[in-house]
């Protein structure tokens, strides 16, 4: 009872305090949204760093914040200071050669985890980081209300999923042996509320939704509203899913315990942080940002 009136909680003020940042604080391109999701990805990397160090690939947490911080930082520093995209190349390669090179003097005790360490340094830069990348680079879109569709569908993807399998999932759970608390019911619900939501949104703010092809009927709205909610919904999951069979392989229950009722960031982040490549890449082919 005590996680649900947490979970409700963080819901009904999380989702009012997303709307007022990016409805209306959108001074830089979001600014405010781009430093709170590089924090979020240096958070969430630190605590990537604690789960591998079960596969024996120690990097310290100060290593580990940073090389997590790169992408977002980057890409911010264009979406919101207009710096050029080579800047973000060299950023973003810099952390990589360092991952690389800087385990290139290790003393004898550690050489045979080195190579543990190197893949250990990539990752962090690629996960959270460079997932949480898409999700800034939304904000250089003039659609506000595109990035506020996408945070509402992966909000909504998780939270009726949860919903849904608490309510109707204790006859369907255990199909995935990563997260044998998931269900069936869970995951049905998570996807038809992604749809319900885009759909929602097309019917009630058609303005988000202008055709890159001026040719294409305003009938068709829906159908790709129902088709970037299907497919943000998958993704959302998956990435839930993916982030469970982490934890699960180094024997933890949650990422951390910083976040109420939710665990740790990456348990919050971990369906967005899969769901904004694909979000951004379907949205930005098929509308105008």
């Known amino acids: 009872m005590k996680k649900l ?27 405010i949204m781009n430093i709170a999701a590089v924090v979020l990805a240096a958070i969430g990397a630190v605590e990537f760093s604690v789960m591998l160090e079960k596969k024996q690939s120690r990097i310290s947490k100060l290593e580990s914040a940073i090389l997590g911080a790169l992408a977002p930082l ?9 710096f050029s995209y080579w800047v973000i190349a060299a950023i973003v390669m810099s952390g990589a050669g360092w991952a690389l090179v800087s385990r290139i003097f290790p003393r004898s005790t550690e050489i045979e985890t080195v190579t543990n360490q190197i893949i250990c340094g990539f990752s962090l830069i690629v996960y959270p ?5 898409w999700l800034i680079k939304m904000n250089s879109w003039n659609n506000p209300g595109a990035v506020l569709l996408f945070l509402v569908i992966t909000f909504g993807t998780d939270s009726i999923a949860w919903l849904a399998g608490t309510l109707f999932g204790a006859n369907n759970r ?7 608390n998931k269900s069936i019911a869970g995951f049905i619900g998570g996807l038809l509320g992604a749809v319900l939501v885009a759909v929602c949104a097309a019917l009630l703010f058609p303005n ?14 829906i159908f790709y509203a129902v088709f970037i909610g299907f497919f943000t919904g998958i993704a ?18 949650d990422s951390g315990n910083v976040m109420l009722g939710r665990g740790g960031v990456l348990d919050s982040i971990d369906s967005i942080s899969a769901a904004a490549p694909v979000f951004f890449l379907l949205f930005s082919k098929f509308f105008q940002c």
């Not at 409700?8 to 003020?13: G, K």
């Not at 980081?129 to 990348?133: C, E, K, L, V």
């Not at 959302?236 to 024997?251: T, V, W």
């Open 208 to 221: 988000i939704f202008t055709f890159s092809n001026v040719n294409a009927p305003a009938s068709s709205i």
């Open 129 to 133: 980081g460079f997932f949480i990348y």
């Open 236 to 253: 959302a999951m998956l990435g839930d899913l993916a982030e469970s069979a982490m934890k699960r392989s180094c024997n933890f229950k």
């Open 74 to 82: 980057a890409i911010t520093l264009h979406v919101s200071f207009g």
């Open 174 to 180: 255990g199909l995935i042996a990563v997260s044998p």
């Open 5 to 31: 009136i947490e979970r409700l909680l963080i819901f009904f003020l999380g989702i009012p305090a997303v709307v007022v940042i990016v409805l209306f604080l959108p001074w830089y391109n979001n600014l």
